[in-house]
T-cell receptor, first 113, second 116 residues
């Protein structure tokens, strides 16, 4: 029972580099989300998707892009990495049924140096 | 304006005691839901309990219960008979509306430490 799987778990990037954080879920959830968590803070929504081919911005989308070509996968792309993007990134998914909780992956710890 | 406020940055409790973690929220939407998540030192986010704005009774899940006071806009988490494994960060989160993506807004969290 894999749930939400994020890769990689850790990554160090140099300023200006790009990378893609992978997220896949095996629960056939339509709704998927990307959050970032800065040290000592709560989670902030970056992007979300309500189904394949449909994405929308959250609270802090600048510097990121997403795509959703399949129900299972929701990758997050960082272009031109900046130190301000050093954070822990969480992917989550949820059933379409109302009031269901979001299920989170284990997170990706990203450092930009 | 901050929608979720957790006023206790840290709490220290003796093992086996009950503990209440505070959460207040702000919304003008009559339809909303409140979630509590636990984040242990290993970093994962674990769903604990949910309360809907129209639920007539306070939610309970094992040792977790939610003290929901709608007029005061508070949704405090109560952990009974605390255990060492309860030491973690606890986040309160709110979603507004029943339709659509039901995005969550998180509070800043409370770090709970259970002392033996």
């Amino acid at each position: 029972n894999a749930g939400v799987t994020q890769t990689p778990k850790f990554r160090i990037l140099k300023i200006g580099q790009s990378m893609t954080l992978q997220c896949t879920q095996d629960m056939n959830h339509n709704y998927m989300y990307w959050y970032r968590q800065d040290p000592g803070m709560g989670l902030k929504l970056i992007y979300y998707s309500v189904g394949a081919g449909i994405t929308d911005k959250g609270e802090v989308p600048n510097g990121y892009n997403v795509s959703r070509s399949t129900t299972e996968d929701f990758p997050l792309r960082l272009e031109l990495a900046a130190p301000s993007q050093t954070s822990v990134y969480f992917c989550a998914s949820r059933q379409t049924v109302d009031n269901q909780p979001q299920h989170f992956g284990d997170g990706t710890r990203l450092s930009i140096l | 304006a901050q929608k979720i406020t957790q006023t206790q940055p840290g709490m220290f409790v003796q093992e086996k005691e009950a503990v209440t973690l505070d959460c207040t929220y702000d919304t003008s939407d009559p339809s909303y839901g409140l979630f509590w998540y636990k984040q242990p030192s290993s970093g994962e986010m674990i769903f604990l309990i949910y309360q809907g704005s129209y639920d007539q009774q306070n939610a309970t899940e094992g040792r977790y219960s939610l003290n929901f006071q709608k007029a005061r806009k508070s949704a405090n988490l109560v952990i009974s008979a605390s255990q060492l494994g309860d030491s973690a960060m606890y986040f309160c989160a709110m979603r507004e509306g029943f339709q659509g993506a039901q995005k969550l807004v998180f509070g800043q969290g409370t770090r709970l430490t259970i002392n033996p």
